[in-house]
T-cell receptor
Framework: NAGVTQTPKFQVLKTGQSMTLQCAQD?????MSWYRQDPGMGLRLIHY???????DQGEVPNGYNVSRSTTEDFPLRLLSAAPSQTSVYFC??????????????FGPGTRLTVL | AQSVTQLDSQVPVFEEAPVELRCNYS??????LFWYVQYPNQGLQLLLK??????LVESINGFEAEFNKSQTSFHLRKPSVHISDTAEYFC????????????FGAGTTVTVRA
């Protein structure tokens, strides 16, 4: 199993550009989520999905969109990049609800810089 | 929603010395507790977890954590650290009331020196 994969590993954008961060998992997990990691703030939840076709907002959703058309894929879209979105982004997956008690499996991350 | 407090942001320690990383969470009826480790330029890996049963849980590389319900704590310890334990450590909590979403602490950076 490849686990959770993310592409790209690094990205530099200019303010106002849009892009999609890709995330895929091959563990047949129903639950997938996106986090951003900033120094001194731990990980903050951006959006999450409890299954194909179902998404919901997390703690810091503004400026990001998600969709979940398949169990495997959960892309994160930046609509109009801003310097405040400079961060490291992690995708994670887990068994849903009580089946996993919240234990998450993380991808390697995407380091995004917005100039 | 849960709040998670990691009381130390940086912990420098000498090789073969013990280390303790402190984690407190806001009280709840039933919580599930996790410690994740992040080595430099990598993603997060699960180090250990408490779901139920024995309040002392151990990892395969010598770390242990104890769930203390009365003090709402889940401190992480290792009796003798190695250079390779240099990493950032995150405490995280989930609960049924929040649909098992993870709440993370701010992280503790452990730097092991020879």
């Amino acid at each position: 199993n490849a686990g959770v994969t993310q592409t790209p590993k690094f990205q530099v954008l200019k303010t106002g550009q849009s892009m999609t961060l890709q995330c895929a998992q091959d563990m047949n997990h129903e639950y997938m989520s996106w986090y951003r990691q900033d120094p001194g703030m731990g990980l903050r939840l951006i959006h999450y999905s409890v299954g194909a076709g179902i998404t919901d907002q997390g703690e810091v959703p503004n400026g990001y969109n998600v969709s979940r058309s398949t169990t495997e894929d959960f892309p994160l879209r930046l609509l109009s990049a801003a310097p405040s979105q400079t961060s490291v982004y992690f995708c994670a997956s887990s068994y849903s609800g009580a089946g996993g008690y919240g234990e998450q499996f993380f991808g390697p991350g995407t380091r995004l810089t917005v100039l | 929603a849960q709040s998670v407090t990691q009381l130390d942001s940086q912990v420098p320690v000498f090789e073969e010395a013990p280390v303790e990383l402190r984690c407190n969470y806001s009280s709840s009826v039933s919580v599930y507790l996790f410690w994740y480790v992040q080595y430099p330029n990598q993603g997060l890996q699960l180090l250990l977890k408490y779901l139920s049963g024995s309040t002392l849980v151990e990892s395969i590389n010598g770390f242990e954590a104890e769930f203390n319900k009365s003090q709402t704590s889940f401190h992480l310890r290792k009796p003798s650290v190695h250079i390779s334990d240099t990493a950032e450590y995150f405490c995280a909590v989930s609960e049924r009331a929040s649909d098992y979403k993870l709440s993370f602490g701010a992280g503790t950076t452990v730097t092991v020196r020879a």
